[in-house]
């Protein structure tokens, strides 16, 4: 029996700041345009993880009232302090005068992305589109000449043998004149369509790094509403890996605080999570977080590689858009803004072409309309800091990035990065280990304990959706070489090497845990792990990150 099938004219996948700003667009400019919007998350804003301090320029162009309509933008920056982290006890002060203009936060908020998501779906929703939360889009939906006609949601009730379940529902085919993907850092099917369309010919591999966040609610003497911090240096510097830290105070006595690492990372002995861990313990962490309660844990990938990494973001029958594409301002590491206006552009090509009776072809406009864009200037400015720090390392390549930044991105040429994040580790013999310090549960916890924090769930039974391309890789390539890394790389645990009492190995994949972070298909040295969609409502269930 054929699937079922729903059309439309434009069909999104992906409720991110880019996904919901394209479909609001497309209803603002015409309400004869039908958008249906699918998101994989259960609800709108479940699997949604950022900062945030957020940048309001293309909310202001796509809701110029939001603030009389509500917008969860509650706290305005009001102090900002940048430091440099010496050692694990000492830091200094950058003074704000010396920092490049691009980074400082003046006119910005400290809000939960996931609110702001959940408020852009209830606008969208009132202009007529229709957002199906809890349904993950599986497969492209290829036509015949070629071109992209939609998608295919996943399969729900299917067994892990790949059987049926009595509760089986087979996946519908959403068909679009032009389909919209916005599925953020290392979207699956945006990963295949860059792939199928050869999009990223001639174009640096992409760069990524992870950012795992917490949020804590601190006694009411150590919070300071409006304060924003940022850190570079120790506990990163230690293996010269690049990445820092953030600490935004948000509203009602909330900390927002994670660390970013790149994942160019060298080290096989480098595990994200005991970073982040570590890093609480610095003085000017711990001081805001002591006596307080974590209340939220996740994390997720970041995409960073700019313009020079930016495949083409058109293609027939759909775009690639906001950090599925990669449209992230890395120096400022704000990608929301730059995500929203992506999609809003969209939206403004995409209506002129329908209204002049076109449908699946190329909409190679797009290009040409979003390099006039300021989101492109952006991009364009900063095109030199992720090179420099790769090329110079983070001291020298932080000075140099310091006067291209102030020299507002002007200087004459373009460094590249052309190595991929997964072909930078090292042998683990050649690697110097690392003892992360235990968990004092105060301030530093154990990876189990932190994703029950977020929430996360997965229907049991399922195919897993952490898929080996070759089953004996872990064990036979990856352990002896580089020790397994994906040991402590996955900030959820999902990855063990367990060991039978005969001394024979295994490679154990806890997918349950998983938090959709996406950093195990970016690093994992053999690229041989394969993030797929699992049923439609997995995943974590973050309430405000
Ligand atoms: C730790 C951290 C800190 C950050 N700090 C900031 C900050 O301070 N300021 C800032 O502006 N930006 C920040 N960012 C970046 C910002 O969060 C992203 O740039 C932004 O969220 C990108 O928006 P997007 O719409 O492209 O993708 P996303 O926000 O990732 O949204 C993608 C959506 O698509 C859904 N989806 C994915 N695949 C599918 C599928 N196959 N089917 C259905 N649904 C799917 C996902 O569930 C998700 O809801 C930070 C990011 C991280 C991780
Ligand atoms: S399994 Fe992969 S995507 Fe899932 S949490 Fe671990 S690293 Fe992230």
Redesign the pocket.
């Known amino acids: 029996m054929a699937r079922e099938q729903m059309h439309y004219d434009v069909v999104i996948?992906?409720?991110?700041?880019?996904?919901?700003?394209a479909a609001c667009r497309l209803r603002q400019l015409d309400a004869n345009v039908s958008v249906c919007l699918?998101?994989?998350?259960a609800e709108?804003?479940?699997?949604?993880?950022?900062?945030?301090?957020?940048?309001p320029r293309a909310l202001n162009e796509l809701f110029p009232d939001w603030k009389s309509q509500g917008a969860p933008l509650d706290t305005a920056v009001t102090n900002e302090d940048w430091r440099f982290f010496t050692s694990a006890e000492k830091s200094i002060q950058i003074p704000n005068a010396l920092l490049p203009h691009t980074v400082h936060n003046h006119g910005n908020f400290i809000i939960s992305?996931g609110k702001l998501?959940q408020w852009l779906a209830e606008q969208a929703t009132n202009l007529g589109v229709d957002i199906f939360p809890g349904?993950?889009?599986?497969q492209v939906l290829f036509r015949d000449d070629g071109s992209v006609g939609g998608?295919i949601?996943g399969d729900m009730g299917r067994a892990a043998d790949g059987s049926e379940k009595p509760e089986f529902v087979e996946g519908i085919e959403l068909h679009g004149k032009y389909t919209l993907f916005?599925?953020?850092?290392r979207?699956?099917?945006g990963k295949s369509l860059i792939a199928h369309f050869n999009l990223n010919e001639g174009k640096d591999p992409q760069h990524y790094?992870?950012?795992?966040?917490e949020i804590w609610r601190v006694p009411a003497d150590q919070h300071n509403e409006g304060l924003v911090m940022h850190s570079l240096g120790w506990p990163l510097s230690e293996t010269n890996t690049s990445g820092g830290g953030?600490l935004?105070h948000m509203n009602d006595s909330q900390i927002s605080v994670?660390l970013?690492t790149d994942l160019c990372y060298s080290n096989t002995h480098l595990s994200p999570f005991d970073e982040f861990q570590r890093f609480k313990h610095h003085p000017a962490i711990a001081k805001y977080l002591s006596g307080g309660e974590r209340i939220a844990y996740?994390?997720?990938?970041?995409?960073k590689g700019g313009i020079q990494s930016l495949p083409q973001m058109f293609f027939s029958g759909g775009l690639l858009?906001?950090?599925?594409a990669g449209?992230?301002n890395f120096t400022?590491?704000?990608?929301?803004?730059?995500?929203?206006k992506?999609?809003i552009i969209g939206a403004e090509v995409i209506v002129k072409a329908l209204s002049a009776g076109r449908s699946n072809d190329s909409l190679s406009e797009y290009e040409t309309e979003y390099k006039k864009s300021w989101a492109y200037e952006e991009l364009y400015e900063q095109r030199n800091v992720g090179p420099a720090q790769q090329k110079f390392g983070a001291i020298l390549g932080s000075a140099y990035s310091f006067i291209d930044m102030t020299l507002r991105g002007k200087l004459p040429w373009t460094l590249h990065n052309k190595k991929a994040d997964h072909s930078q580790l090292q042998l683990a013999s050649e690697c110097k280990k690392i003892n992360y310090p235990k968990p004092d549960n105060k301030l530093s916890f154990d990876k189990l304990s932190s994703v029950y924090l977020s929430n996360t769930n997965h229907v049991e039974n399922q195919p897993c959706h952490l898929q080996l391309k070759d089953p004996s890789v872990p064990l036979a390539i990856n352990l002896p070489k580089f020790d397994e890394p994906a040991q402590r790389y996955c900030p959820a645990g999902v990855y063990e090497i367990i060991e039978a009492a005969n001394g024979e190995k295994k490679f154990q994949i806890n997918s349950q845990n998983c938090v959709?972070c996406k950093t195990c298909d970016i690093k994992d040295p053999t690229q041989n792990i394969q993030w797929v969609?699992p049923e439609?409502g997995g995943?974590p269930n973050y309430s405000a990150m």
């Not at 699918?38 to 998350?41: A, S, V």
């Not at 709108?44 to 940048?55: C, K, P, R, T």
């Not at 996740?298 to 995409?303: E, L």
Request: hydrophobic share 45%; charged share 15%.
């Open positions: 996948i992906g409720a991110g700041p880019a996904g919901l700003a699918l998101e994989k998350g709108v804003g479940a699997h949604i993880m950022s900062g945030a301090v957020f940048e992305l998501c349904f993950a889009a599986e998608v949601t916005c599925e953020g850092a979207g699956h099917l790094s992870i950012g795992i966040k953030f935004y994670g970013i996740g994390a997720r990938a970041i995409v858009l906001g950090d599925d449209t992230l400022k590491i704000k990608g929301s803004h730059t995500a929203m992506s999609g959709h969609t439609g995943g």
